[in-house]
């Protein structure tokens, strides 16, 4: 921007000379008109932001940004709540003129995903995605990056285009939850079942890296199973579960990181070994607030859903020339779980 002595109220040729930028830009940015560039968008807010106008030019004339969150079917209840979270914290955004539209897409169908996505970064302002790093998802992550800026929550795409990552350090995650796992087993030795949604999900591999180095590092009386994947179903979990302590009789502890933890809760229970296992998982359900308080469920890890979805939304809020500065993060704290805490 070139310099400019700031004003007590801007007028559009001040902006235009302060931006670079022409009048009929200015013009078509702050009387809503579209037909510019996110880029230059966000220089003019910037400037008569900076010049003394930019509150009333935000609240009041800039066009709608429309934000496009993209997770799993609700029945996933991290997803659930998730999109809840962005229900709730929506009216905060109506100041700054960005209203959000949610989409589903499935992980057994990862073509369909990648063509959602390339769909919605012709029709949106922006994408929020919650979605595996699926080879197909990440080439079209990257190809509409060129379009409009790209957030990943919860779980990371390696998209080196996206604008960030908004989550919890999942390699962190996994570390805490096998030092839970050591110190809850004390002497025992045995076996550990590691049970994962899809290994296609960057934070899944990284919690489970980030168990198994602990692990390693600390406890050498215990070992762990592969991670199986249960695709985000519950009967696939539970299924998971059954047959590795069919398979292994050694079994004293269940890490689990994937939609299923109730339906593994419920096959503990009905075989009488709730009380046997440690059962360490993640994301806290009011449910999984229950498990916890009888004991079947020993530590839940959560991410904090209601913080990644508002710092997610403040951070292209921040890209677009709405606000000053994003709210939070990027990494969003991990929060640990016992039946004293719920």
Known sequence: ????????????????????????????????????????????????????DGRRLIALHARLARIA?????????????LQDAFRVIMPAYREQN???????????????AASLIRTLAREY???????????????AVSDACARLPVVTIASDITAPERLAYIGSDNYRAGRIAADMMGRLLGPREGRVALIAGTMHYIGHQQRYAGFMAALDERYAALSATPALECLENDDRAADAVHA??????????????????????????????????????????????TLLRSGTIDIVLDQNPMLEARTALSTLSHYLGRCTAPLDGPIIPLSVHTRETV
């Open 1 to 52: 921007m070139v310099g400019y002595a700031m004003s007590q109220r801007a007028t559009i040729h001040d902006i235009a000379r302060y931006s670079g930028v022409s009048t009929a830009t200015v013009d078509r940015v702050i009387n809503g008109r579209g037909g510019v560039r996110p880029d230059k968008e966000r220089v003019v807010l910037e400037a008569a932001r900076e010049l003394g």
């Open 69 to 81: 969150v993209v997770t799993q079917p609700p029945v996933n209840p991290f997803h659930a709540a």
């Open 98 to 112: 960005i209203a959000c539209f949610e989409h589903h897409a499935s992980i057994e169908h990862p073509d369909r």
């Open 125 to 139: 302002d922006g994408l929020i995605l919650c979605l595996p790093d699926h080879p197909g998802i990440r080439q």
């Open 244 to 289: 590795l302590l069919q398979e292994h009789r050694d079994i004293v502890g269940i890490y689990h990181f994937s939609t299923g933890a109730d339906a593994i809760a419920r096959l503990l229970e009905k075989q009488g070994m709730a009380d046997r296992l440690v059962f360490i998982t993640h994301e806290l359900t009011p449910h999984r607030a």
